[in-house]
């Protein structure tokens, strides 16, 4: 059984910053796409970064310029820099994986992140 386990979350002021993890309990160096996902009360799961096996990258508009999205394949580890945050920003956080195009994609248990003052 895959896991995903995710940190780094909590609460942070406006403009602060935070770092979550995810580690993954499988080597991530070849697989198709990595990412980040967040979802609101009340609202639906939306993409926030991925990143692929050759690191390329994609951001949500609403973040660009503010997050970043890592890996360190060594680590089994994707990243996600969050700075100039905003309570907006406020969801809970899902790392997530899918390792090639017919194989399923598997969800951390999530971090919540708070922005308020």
């Known amino acids: 059984q895959v896991q995903l386990v995710e940190s780094g979350g909590g609460l942070v002021q406006p403009g602060g910053s935070l770092r979550l993890s995810c580690t993954i309990s499988r080597s991530i160096k070849n697989m198709l796409i990595l990412g980040w996902y967040r979802q609101a009360p009340g609202t639906q799961r939306e993409l926030v970064a991925t990143?692929?096996?050759?690191?390329?990258?994609n951001y949500a508009d609403f973040v660009k310029g503010r997050f970043t999205i890592s890996k360190d394949n060594a680590q089994n580890s994707v990243y996600l820099q969050m700075n100039n945050m905003k309570p907006e920003d406020t969801a809970v956080y899902y790392c997530y994986f899918r390792a090639a195009l017919i194989t399923p994609a598997y969800w951390g248990q999530g971090t919540q992140v708070t922005v308020s003052s």
């Open positions: 990143i692929t096996s050759d690191t390329s990258t």
